[in-house]
Nanobody, 123 residues
Framework: QVQLVESGGGLVQPGGSLRLSCAASGSVFDIAFMGWYRQAPGKERELVGYISNGGITKYQDSVKGRFTISRDSAKNTVYLQMNSLKPADTAVYYC?????????????????WGQGTQVAVSS
């Protein structure tokens, strides 16, 4: 089992920045990919991006060039640096983790999830 705890959410003005953290504990050696998802009110949960154990990242088109996923293996922590934030980025952000060799394509592919952290972008 893997436990994930997000932190770093809050209220920020448009154009501002936030950095979210996701600390993993438990069977961390089972983790192959860690993803960030978000869910806005009334909308489906959507992928923000993910990072593999090898450091390969992939992002949703709407966040490319603004968001960066990184990892600190020594701390078992993954980060989501969010710059140039827009009101459309307002959502609850979740981190998720999965083991194995296959690239996760859907939220359902991730068995382990954090509790989520709220990000609100508003003036």
């Amino acid at each position: 089992q893997v436990q994930l705890v997000e932190s770093g959410g809050g209220l920020v003005q448009p154009g501002g920045s936030l950095r979210l953290s996701c600390a993993a504990s438990g069977s961390v050696f089972d983790i192959a990919f860690m993803g960030w998802y978000r869910q806005a009110p009334g909308k489906e949960r959507e992928l923000v991006g993910y990072i593999s154990n090898g450091g390969i990242t992939k992002y949703q088109d709407s966040v490319k060039g603004r968001f960066t996923i990184s990892r600190d293996s020594a701390k078992n922590t993954v980060y989501l640096q969010m710059n140039s934030l827009k009101p459309a980025d307002t959502a609850v952000y979740y981190c998720a983790a999965v083991g194995g060799w296959s690239i996760p394509l859907r939220a359902a592919d991730y068995p382990w999830w954090g509790q989520g952290t709220q990000v609100a972008v508003s003036s």
